[in-house]
C-alpha cells in the first residue's frame, strides 16, 4: 500500500469511520441519531470481495502475458468504491448526503413503516407502485395528491408523506400488510432477527445453514453459514468444520472466542 496513511493499522470500524459509512448510516440528527457503524464488519468483507476479483482477474491476464503481478488493495479503497451512489452523487452535485435512517434519499416511499405489532417494510420503487400500495392501505387520495403523485414530489415532500402512511399502516398487523401488499405487486417484506433469518423457507430451501461434524462439540455437530454460490457443474463441497480449541457451548455466546 501506498500513501501518507499506509504505516497505519487497519481496523474495520476505523475504516467505516474515515471512509464515509459511518455518515449516511443511523438515524437523522433531528430524530437524536448519530453516525452508526454497521452491524457487521463490511470494510473488512468488501475487501476481501474485491480482493477476490482482482486475484481472478491477475489469474486471467496470466493467461495472455504469461506474467504474474503485485496487487495493492486496501481497506480504505474499498470502503470508498462502495459508496457508489451517494458517492458518485455527492461527486456530481457537491451536496454533502445527510443520515436518512431507513429511508432512501431518491426514492420514496423505500423504507420501514410501523404496523400493529412490528416495523415491517415497503419498497415502492415507481408511480404505479406507489399507486397500489395507497390503494391497499385504504390512502387511494394520497396517489391523487399533486404533492405525492410522482416521486419527484414524494421526495420533497418526504416529511409530509411519511407519517400519513404511517398512520394507516399502523391499524394492522405485519403479517396483514406483507400478505395484502404481496398479493397487490407491491414490493414489501419484514425485518426478521437472525432467529426469523434462518427459520425462513427460502433460506432453508437454498441451503444456507449447513451442519458438519465437529470433534470439539461432542461430535454433535456444528451448524455454519453455507456457500452463496451455486455452481451447475462443480459444487460447493463442506469437508470440515472450522477448528475450534474450545467445546462449543450449549448456548453460544458471540463474545466467548473474544
Request: one cysteine or more; hydrophobic letters at 35%.
Amino acid at each position: 500500500m501506498t500513501g501518507p496513511y499506509a504505516k497505519r493499522p487497519g481496523y474495520d470500524f476505523l475504516i467505516q469511520g474515515m471512509g464515509g459509512i459511518m455518515s449516511l448510516t443511523g438515524k437523522p440528527d433531528e430524530e437524536g441519531g448519530e453516525p452508526m457503524k454497521c452491524g457487521v464488519g463490511i470494510a473488512d468483507v468488501m475487501c476481501g470481495m474485491y480482493a477476490s476479483v482482482a486475484i481472478l482477474a491477475a489469474l486471467n491476464a496470466r493467461h495472455t502475458s504469461g506474467k504474474g503481478q503485485h496487487l495493492d488493495i486496501s481497506l480504505l479503497d474499498c470502503q470508498v468504491s462502495w459508496l457508489i451512489n451517494q458517492g458518485t452523487a455527492y461527486l456530481v452535485s457537491g451536496e454533502t448526503p445527510v443520515r436518512r435512517g431507513n429511508e432512501h434519499p431518491t426514492i420514496i416511499p423505500y423504507g420501514t413503516f410501523p404496523a400493529s405489532d412490528q416495523a415491517f417494510i415497503i419498497a415502492a420503487g415507481n408511480d404505479s407502485q406507489f399507486a397500489r400500495m395507497c390503494k391497499v392501505i385504504g390512502a387511494s387520495d394520497l396517489a391523487e395528491d399533486p404533492r405525492f403523485k410522482h416521486n419527484k414530489e414524494r421526495v420533497l415532500n418526504r416529511r409530509e408523506l411519511i407519517p400519513l402512511i404511517g398512520k394507516h399502516t399502523k391499524i394492522q398487523t405485519s403479517e396483514y400488510w406483507l400478505k395484502a401488499m404481496e398479493e397487490a405487486g407491491v414490493p414489501c417484506g419484514p425485518v426478521n432477527d437472525l432467529a426469523q433469518t434462518f427459520a425462513d423457507p427460502q433460506i432453508q430451501h437454498r441451503e444456507m445453514t449447513v451442519n458438519m461434524e465437529h470433534r470439539n462439540n461432542n461430535n454433535d455437530g456444528v451448524s455454519l453459514i453455507g456457500n452463496p454460490l451455486n455452481f451447475s457443474d462443480t459444487p460447493i463441497q463442506y469437508k470440515k468444520a472450522p477448528l475450534c480449541e474450545q467445546k462449543i457451548p450449549e448456548k453460544f455466546s458471540p463474545n466467548i472466542l473474544a
